[in-house]
């Protein structure tokens, strides 16, 4: 089979690997441009949330490059996302494509749905060599979430500005050149030594901000603006609540979520809205107990999940002395906007700092 | 004597002005931008300059606003600051103790909430320009009423009409409907004016505590009618400073003080700029699929500095040329 799939940040050359594994040929998605977003913008409904407009416009790209069949994510209520490969599928077929479309259900959700599509992309390959394949695909994540981390901590110390961002290209294109799983080793521990590399300010007192929210417009940067550089330029150590293999152990495949952010979201929000709303509410108290700085909330415009949880914010920002930004994306959001409020932010989190920092040493003084 | 100059340029206007040591304004200007950045700041160099108190030395320049980038290249700034922090930071200055800022712009909003001196919060209009003043211009006109005297007419109502303010184009269908049935025009523009507020609180001010004292600035502190309205609303005093046109001009001066204290000397290129010939131009970058946009700034030729793009390969000048 010949199957295109949308694209998410690091694990778009992830699943390539798998599906090369299990001898199909992937058509694998280019980053998402403007054009992609345009495409995805005037097929889709006005009031489809942004990851939907931007996995459509990928997945039509694919189909002009000859994808015959697409490969998807599924969800499952309340949130909307459920449907999105239902409607993706009909809009295509409404526009004259007919690719065999095939939807991942998390296993334990539909244990005998996801067998058989399983089954489906697995083929003529045994079980073992299945087993395989997933070993080196999590391998290959596990490196590619290895160097995010490295990268969000070098960035804001980089003593050239944008060394971090080529260093971590660069680690890409050894990673994706790396097939057996020997090879993904070396070329992991490769990539992370030209991460490594990158020469920083020892001085350097970055501020802390974690980031929250939606996981598509999360971990694909092109969707926030690349929001995660724009802060590390800013001098900002930025983590994300979600990273590719802890959202894969916790999200995939247990159905009880990320125990952590659920529980401490259980006072104010107890029970799941769909998409990460309930994750939105719990992490923005964990970052808050972490002694971040900050958290800045990504939403897709529309997205109930985000409005509900954003709800929720200003008590939770108050009570727990943490500053949140809340940044609702779609089509229209230009970057200048977002520069604009992300500069004023960090402002925002140094006075506080300073403020915080002058309290403490005149109470010491004041001791002694 | 050392002074220090501010530049903020806006969609709509552009202010510059001039503060001395202790941050008194000394001069101030206030023009339109009509699209026109680069003209705009040279114009009001050149009044500006006029203005200067003789004797007086620019130690010190700063930018800010949505083009505060091109300004700062423009006029060699000391330091570029983004327009919510500018604002925050002149009200400060104004009114010791704010906690509250509430800025209306030409096309943008901004509700900023201070607590000792520190912003702790703050929010921007995002999807709807509706309240603005670029709204109120075009209302104004339509009506054939000056800006100036939009406010007071509002004072004047008796019994201010209910205008559904959520949307500017809705507002406007709605007005001409109240204006259809025969309500007086006084009325209806006090009930615009509730409406613009009302949508405000509800959008941007959504969720933010707002605690006296409360500081209206931005050129639509100007209208007396919505200062009323604010006052109504949030059931406090609304103080508008003097000098509340040009508050983010005032915010990026001070700013520039503290900037050149920091490193030593000015880079502000001197009054001159006004007379020399900046040319932009822009091309697509073809290099990658991302397609950025890159923006050429050049003074007689020479390029002076360039942006836009993602991946910051055309922002090394030395290396293109």
């Known amino acids: 089979m010949k199957i295109g799939y949308g694209h998410m940040g690091t694990l778009t050359m992830v699943v390539e690997l798998l599906l090369e594994e299990l001898g199909h040929e992937p058509v694998v998605p280019h980053r998402p441009t403007r054009q992609t977003l345009a495409l995805g913008a005037k097929y889709a409904p006005e009031f489809a949330c942004i990851p939907f407009k931007i996995v459509l416009g990928t997945y039509l790209e694919c189909l002009e490059r000859g994808a015959d069949t697409l490969l998807s994510g599924g969800g499952y209520g309340p949130c909307r996302a459920g449907m999105y490969g239902e409607v993706h599928g009909r809009i295509l077929r409404d526009l004259g494509y007919n690719p065999q479309v095939i939807f991942l259900f998390p296993p334990l959700i539909k244990p005998y749905h996801f067998f058989k599509k399983v089954s489906l992309l697995k083929g003529r390959c045994s079980w073992f060599h299945l087993a395989r394949a997933i070993r080196k695909a999590w391998t290959k994540l596990t490196f590619l979430d290895q160097m995010e981390l490295l990268s969000q901590t070098k960035r804001p110390r980089e003593l050239t500005r944008g060394a971090t961002s080529k260093a971590f290209e660069r680690g890409l294109t050894y990673l994706h050149q790396a097939k057996s799983l020997n090879e993904i080793i070396e070329a992991g521990h490769a990539a992370l030594a030209e991460l490594d590399q990158v020469p920083v300010d020892p001085a350097a007192d970055p501020l802390k901000v974690g980031i929250i929210g939606e996981i598509y417009v999360q971990l694909e940067p092109f969707a926030n603006h690349y929001i995660e550089e724009t802060l590390g330029h800013l001098g900002v150590e930025v983590r994300r609540s979600i990273y590719l293999t802890s959202y894969t152990r916790h999200d995939v495949l247990s159905t009880k979520g990320d125990m952590s952010s659920r529980s401490l979201a259980m006072p104010y929000l107890n029970q799941k809205i769909g998409g990460h709303g309930q994750n939105s509410v719990g992490d923005v108290i964990r970052y808050a107990k972490l002694g971040y700085n900050g958290v800045v909330q990504l939403a897709p415009f529309s997205c109930i999940p985000e409005i509900v949880a954003k709800s929720l914010m200003p008590y939770l920002s108050k009570k727990y002395g943490i500053p949140v930004l809340t940044l609702f994306i779609d089509e229209q959001t230009g970057p200048t906007g977002i520069q604009t409020r992300l500069e004023a932010f960090v402002d925002l989190m140094e006075q506080r700092r300073a403020q915080t920092r002058e309290g403490a040493r005149m109470q010491t003084g004041s001791a002694v | ?321």
């Open chain 2, 1 to 321: 004597m050392d002074v220090y100059l501010g530049v903020d340029v806006g969609s709509v206007s552009t202010n510059l002005v001039l503060i001395d040591r202790d941050n008194r304004v000394l001069a101030f200007e206030y023009l339109r931008t009509r699209g026109q950045p680069i003209q705009a700041v040279q114009e009001g160099l050149k009044l500006l300059e006029q203005k200067m108190p003789s004797g007086a030395v620019v130690a010190g320049v700063g930018t800010t606003g949505s083009a505060r980038t091109l300004a700062g290249v423009v006029v060699g700034a000391d330091t570029v600051k983004n327009e919510i922090t500018a604002h925050a930071v002149a009200a400060g200055l104004v009114v010791p103790g704010v906690q509250t800022v509430l800025e209306l712009g030409g096309q943008d909003s901004k509700i900023i909430i201070l607590r000792h001196g520190v912003v702790i919060d703050f929010a921007m209009n995002t999807i709807c320009a509706a309240g603005t003043g670029s709204f109120l211009d075009h209302q104004a006109a339509r009506l054939g009423i000056p800006i100036e005297e939009f406010g007071t007419l509002a004072l004047r109502a008796r019994n201010p009409v209910h205008i559904a303010g959520r949307c500017s184009v809705f507002a406007e269908s709605d007005m001409i409907h109240k204006q259809q049935i025969g309500h007086p025009i006084e009325d209806i523009i006090a009930g615009l004016c509730d409406a613009l507020v009302r949508n405000y609180l509800n959008n941007v001010g959504k969720g933010k505590e707002i605690l006296p004292p409360v500081v209206f600035q931005g050129g639509v502190a100007a209208n007396v009618g919505i200062k009323a309205a604010f006052e109504k609303a949030l059931q406090m005093e609304v103080h508008v400073p003097p000098h509340h046109l040009v508050m983010g001009a005032l915010g990026a001066a001070y700013l520039a003080q503290s900037a050149v204290a920091k490193k030593g000397a000015t880079n502000f290129r001197g009054f001159s700029v006004s007379d020399f010939d900046y040319q932009t131009s822009t091309f697509e970058c073809k290099g990658c699929p991302n397609i950025c946009e890159i923006v050429n700034i050049s003074l007689d030729g020479t390029l002076l500095a360039r942006w836009g793009s993602r991946c910051g390969k055309w922002e090394h000048l030395e290396e293109q040329q």
